[in-house]
């Protein structure tokens, strides 16, 4: 019994010590607001979640910021999407739910203040409100560009903020 506190013990201390939690202040958010034109990046979003339901991945790729261009290429890119048509459905329409601001930390040394836009989507395998779209922005080479696209469902349940 022992042993397994100890385990335990050691995979919360390994846990706690690998990740970097972002620190939200109010001068981070404040920020993240002056960095992040929230009208700029509603557009940038509905521009994404768009190319993702024409499946316009040259379009969807080229709106991801540098980083994210540089690390994945064409065909790592097509692949990705693919994974993520084939777990949750092709997206046939959206509904937009609400947007976060905060900040993305990442390895490297990587913390950009981020805009997170939800919205609700039907696809080819779920109703509308069991999967949702996820359209990460951030500030990207003077301007403002896609830090992630995705595609998640809540098991325990949707939150009332997404209702």
Request: net charge positive.
């Amino acid at each position: 019994m022992r042993l397994k506190r100890i385990h335990a013990l050691a995979l919360m201390i390994l846990f706690a010590g690998c990740i970097k939690p972002p620190i939200i202040t109010p001068s981070s958010q404040a920020e993240a607001e002056r960095a992040i034109d929230q009208g700029q990046a509603r557009q940038l979003s509905d521009s994404i979640a768009d190319n993702l339901l024409k499946d316009d991945r040259p379009n969807l790729r080229k709106s991801m910021e540098k980083g994210f261009r540089d690390y994945y290429d064409d065909a790592s890119f097509a692949s990705l999407i693919d994974r993520m048509f084939a777990t949750y459905g092709k997206p046939l329409e959206v509904e937009y739910k609400m947007d976060e601001i905060g900040r993305k930390t990442g390895s490297g040394g990587y913390d950009k203040p981020v805009r997170k836009y939800w919205y609700a989507a039907r696809t080819s395998k779920y109703e509308k409100g069991t999967v949702y779209l996820v359209v990460e922005i951030v500030p990207d080479e003077g301007g403002l560009a896609g830090s992630s696209v995705s595609l998640v469902t809540f098991p325990l349940g949707v939150p009332p903020s997404l209702k």
